[in-house]
């Protein structure tokens, strides 16, 4: 059964950080890339950040760019996303999702999200 599930989210003040997991089980992690989405109340989902299967290719966001960090261990079958100087424009509910190949086509299955609120 493959699963993906998010955790680390909670509440931080504006300025610090955060790193979410994503657990994986259910198939190869070797062959997928993992990527990042967040939804914040009353928007769409957008696409924050992607690491791929194969040679570990690191996309992100502009809006994140600088500020996080995506990285992969696959001895552990977890995916982080290392988020600094957050935000209160963070404040979304995070996901994680599967893609078979590089960041460029459809992510097949989803988690069910962390949240992540970034407020004073």
């Known amino acids: 059964q493959v699963q993906l599930v998010e955790s680390g989210g909670g509440l931080v003040q504006p300025g610090g950080s955060l790193r979410l997991s994503c657990a994986i089980s259910g198939f190869n992690m070797d062959d997928y890339a993992i990527g990042w989405f967040r939804q914040a109340p009353g928007k769409e989902r957008e696409g924050v950040s992607c690491i791929s299967a194969h040679d570990g290719s690191a996309y992100y966001a502009d809006f994140v760019k600088g500020r996080f960090t995506i990285s992969r261990d696959n001895t552990k079958n977890t995916v982080y996303l290392q988020m600094n100087s957050l935000k209160p424009e963070d404040t979304a509910v995070y996901y994680c999702?599967?893609?078979?190949?590089?960041?460029?086509?459809?992510?097949?299955?989803w988690g069910q999200g962390t949240h992540v609120t970034v407020s004073s």
């Open positions: 999702a599967r893609e078979l190949g590089a960041c460029a086509a459809t992510f097949d299955y």
